[in-house]
């Protein structure tokens, strides 16, 4: 399937590094490229941006280039040890050599991995409306229980744990695509521009490092919760810088997402609207609404597209660490939830434990 690989890395430097890959055995494949440095994770993007060069040749359809701007304290030293392996492929790209290379070779030296500290991420990214600040409320509450059963919930990245409630909204802030700057979740922070966006992930991306380093030995499960993954991460760039937060300290993930119907979700979105007091609001507007339209608009299209939403997270994660869940609440009254709260109290055998 990715035998004979065609492609070119055009351009590796201190500006720029760009290049295009295609695989005559899976043309309608999705590539995901990642930029490394020494093995350590930079960023990664989808290798779409349309090649008028390689149409021209007759590749594909010519969606098939990726694009980098090296990141701030790159110096040219590391420019030998930049690696760019297409996902899930074997297939890499490294400096200096303009073709696609097969996946490197482990040393033959007998040297121990070093295991990252968790074994796994259960990552719940909504969708919104769907309980989520209920279980955000209840990590809070059972923070030090979920402590002692391995599984850690870090404060860090929860802008208002102080106050128990373990919405890690900082994990989408950082992560939102640099053209939604200014947005809600940005506001607050004082974000106001790129640079402040890159201050903000550098100061994030070591606290949350200090932190995890301090988390009780026993812990070997990662706990995070924000719905705005679901709302504010739209691209696949988006996803994954999520990802390459998470990825120095986390094996493996498990995203879980709930998926309510649409109708009810806009119903609910609306209902809360109002009682905020928003009265002029369209939460499905005409796309794209006319000049003169003067509701304000709330939701796209996009905010609806459970199908675009799941492939961006799968493009990402892979398709085994998706955990798709349809939201019905009939299905907790006296039932699931009760058999959790069962189940709780049977493991904490009578203690004063979780609630």
Not at 132 to 140: C, K, R, V, Y
Not at 317 to 344: H, K, N, Q, S, T
């Amino acid at each position: 399937m990715f035998e004979g690989a065609q492609g070119s890395l055009d351009r590796c430097d201190l500006e720029l590094i760009a290049g295009w890959i295609w695989f005559p055995g899976a043309p309608g494949r999705t590539n995901v490229v990642e930029l490394r440095c020494g093995g350590v994770l930079l960023a990664s993007c989808v290798a779409d941006r349309y090649r008028q060069d390689v149409a021209d040749a007759r590749v594909g359809d010519g969606c098939c280039g990726f694009r980098f701007e090296p990141p701030a304290g790159l110096s040219a030293a590391d420019l030998p040890r930049i690696e760019l392996p297409v996902v899930g492929t074997g297939v890499r790209f490294v400096h200096g050599v303009w073709g696609p290379q097969p996946a490197a070779r482990p040393e033959r030296r007998s040297r121990r991995r070093r295991a990252k500290r968790f074994k796994t991420c259960i990552l719940h990214i909504g969708a919104e409306k769907t309980g989520s600040s209920t279980l955000q409320a209840f990590l809070g509450v059972n923070r030090a229980a979920l402590a002692g059963r391995g599984v850690f919930v870090p404060q860090t990245l929860a802008p208002h744990a102080a106050d128990g409630v373990f919405n890690h909204s900082h994990l989408a802030a950082q992560a939102v695509d640099e053209k939604l700057l200014g947005e809600d979740l940005h506001a607050p922070l004082g974000i106001d521009g790129p640079a402040a966006l890159d201050a903000f992930r550098s100061g994030l991306a070591a606290g949350l490092a200090a932190e995890l380093k301090g988390a009780p030995g026993g812990c070997e499960t990662l706990l995070v919760s924000n719905e705005h993954c679901h709302s504010r991460l739209l691209s696949t760039q988006a996803v994954a810088r999520v990802k390459a937060l998470l990825d120095p300290h986390c094996e493996s993930y498990r995203v879980i997402v709930y998926l309510r119907a649409q109708h009810e979700l806009a119903m609910s979105l609306y209902g809360m609207m109002l009682l905020l007091g928003c009265v002029n609001i369209d939460l499905l507007p005409p796309m794209p609404p006319p000049p003169d339209y003067a509701r304000m608009v709330y939701a796209s299209r996009a905010y609806f597209d459970y199908a675009a939403l799941l492939e961006r997270w799968t493009v990402v994660f892979g398709r085994e660490a998706m955990r798709p869940r349809l939201f019905e609440r009939g299905a907790f009254a006296g039932g699931a939830r009760l058999r959790v709260a069962r189940r709780l109290e049977d493991n904490e055998g009578g203690r004063n434990g979780a609630t």
